[in-house]
């Protein structure tokens, strides 16, 4: 009886080993999947966004100016899909100025996909942080900036006859 317990313990054990060794195995491979998909996804959205680049781009000069923006985003069709894809179009103006990262007044196809993958979606943890981290060097410089000011005027007006 001992010895059929011990050869059962042993069997269960190389069994064991088997199911941990597939299951880890199996971890990678879905870590592969994972990034794979990721990846897919990206290429999609980005071939998505080419495409509404391009319909949006009424005169095929290869960037959007703020009249042709607002033009097609007052479509309902072009509305629907922007927010089906996490990119929110209650303002147009705003959205237009976040796409325009050179600040040149018109969009480009690299500016408009990079913008549009960035702003997708709801904020992330580290654009929260990064938002945090501007708005204390924000604050810092203005405090500065203030007193600069302040001790300025109290030496004009100390110098005043």
Same mark, same amino acid.
């Given at each position: 009886?001992?010895?059929?317990c011990?050869?059962?313990?042993?069997?269960?054990?190389?069994?064991?080993?088997?199911?941990?060794?597939?299951?880890?195995?199996?971890?990678?491979?879905?870590?592969?999947?994972?990034?794979?998909?990721?990846?897919?996804?990206?290429?999609?959205?980005?071939?998505?966004?080419?495409?509404?680049?391009?319909?949006?781009?009424?005169?095929?000069?290869g960037?959007?100016?703020?009249?042709?923006?607002?033009?097609?985003?007052?479509? /309902?069709?072009?509305?629907?899909?922007?927010?089906?894809? $996490?990119?929110?179009?209650?303002?147009?103006?705003?959205?237009?100025?976040l796409?325009?990262?050179?600040?040149g007044?018109?969009? /480009?196809?690299?500016?408009?996909?990079?913008?549009?993958?960035?702003?997708k979606?709801?904020?992330? $943890?580290?654009?929260?942080?990064?938002?945090?981290? /501007?708005?204390?060097?924000?604050?810092k410089?203005?405090?500065?900036?203030?007193?600069?000011?302040?001790?300025a005027?109290?030496?004009?007006?100390?110098?005043?006859?």
């Amino acid at each position: 009886i001992a010895y059929v317990c011990m050869a059962q313990m042993a069997f269960l054990n190389v069994m064991t080993g088997v199911f941990c060794q597939n299951a880890i195995e199996s971890a990678a491979h879905d870590q592969e999947l994972v990034t794979h998909s990721v990846l897919a996804q990206r290429k999609m959205y980005v071939d998505q966004m080419i495409q509404i680049f391009s319909e949006i781009d009424a005169d095929s000069s290869g960037s959007i100016t703020i009249q042709e923006f607002r033009e097609r985003l007052q479509d /309902e069709r072009m509305k629907a899909y922007f927010d089906s894809l $996490g990119l929110d179009t209650s303002d147009i103006w705003t959205l237009f100025k976040l796409l325009d990262i050179d600040q040149g007044c018109v969009i /480009e196809l690299d500016e408009f996909v990079n913008g549009c993958l960035r702003l997708k979606g709801t904020a992330k $943890g580290v654009d929260m942080a990064k938002l945090c981290y /501007e708005h204390r060097w924000m604050s810092k410089r203005l405090g500065q900036f203030m007193k600069r000011t302040d001790e300025a005027l109290n030496f004009l007006l100390s110098a005043r006859p």
